[in-house]
């Protein structure tokens, strides 16, 4: 299975790391590692350090994961969105030891929350992004914006048209799109496939983000896979399991389909 595992990260909270580090080398799995609020709070920068020398000393491919939780750097109140801000750059600044290929972030758009507020919410994202660009730019990686809860691609669109720079690309979830979107693959595939730099790639039945193995759920993978060759695109794929047996499964799969064999 080495040939997929070569072509994908795989998705690990920071404070896992310690645990499956041994076995992260030794399976040459290319690591997305999720700083949680927790771990930049308690953060020891001396160990962060030695991890990322490990890592890149073991010729691994890095992406990152920023923060989320209670996370709005869409927020119409200033100094919400400021904390937003803040928070991410932490994440953001550890691309200085790690040099990740890219930082997944979340816009956190939700039209349940922000009622009739599409414009406000676009002009406040866009003071947030632009400036976390800027640190990202700095540190020589990229952003890649995901979708989470949003039901159809037309603010997202807008949001990338605004922020016009090759340092911010779409991070397609695929989990995500089957549990909350209401509007088919195609359109999303149209109206942003242009932006479309990282895929998270796990599945569901539509009801809810169960985060299973790629094919275990309803998502159509092969429309995916065959508008990515029809296109080729050869975006950052990362498994997005929660648990070692899902993951797995996840490589067994894409094996067996040859999901990834254009590449």
């Known amino acids: 299975m080495q040939d997929v595992i070569s072509k994908v990260q795989v ?16 399976n040459k799995l290319n690591p997305e590692i999720y700083f949680s609020q927790y771990a930049l709070k308690d953060m020891d920068m001396e160990k962060c350090r030695e991890t990322a020398r490990l890592i890149r000393n073991s010729g691994l491919k890095v992406t990152f994961h920023a923060p989320f939780m209670d996370l709005r750097p869409g927020a119409l109140d200033d100094k919400i969105r400021r904390v937003s801000v803040d928070r991410m750059k932490q994440a953001i600044e550890l691309a200085q030891y790690f040099q990740p290929l890219r930082i997944v ?71 995500h799109f089957n549990a909350f979107s209401y509007t088919p693959l195609k359109i999303w595939l149209k109206e942003l496939g242009k932006y479309l730099g990282q895929l998270h790639l796990h599945d569901n039945f539509g009801e809810r983000d169960e985060h299973l193995a790629v094919g275990m759920g309803t998502f159509p993978f092969e429309e995916l896979f065959a508008w990515l060759r029809k296109n080729k695109k050869k975006p950052v794929f990362t498994l997005e399991a929660h648990d ?11 094996k067996k389909e040859g999901y990834l064999d254009f590449i």
């Open 244 to 254: 070692q047996k899902e993951l797995w499964k996840s490589i067994g799969d894409i």
């Open 105 to 175: 972030c979340h816009p956190m758009f939700d039209d349940r929350y922000y009622v009739d507020c599409d414009d406000l919410w676009l002009e406040a994202s866009v003071k947030s992004w632009t400036e976390l660009i800027d640190l990202a730019k700095a540190h020589n990686t990229i952003l890649s914006l995901e979708n989470v809860y949003d039901k159809e691609p037309r603010l997202l669109r807008r949001l990338f048209e605004a922020l016009a720079s090759d340092s911010v690309c779409f991070c397609l979830d695929t989990g």
């Open 11 to 26: 998705h690990i909270p920071y404070h896992f790391l310690p645990q499956y580090q041994v076995d992260i080398i030794e």
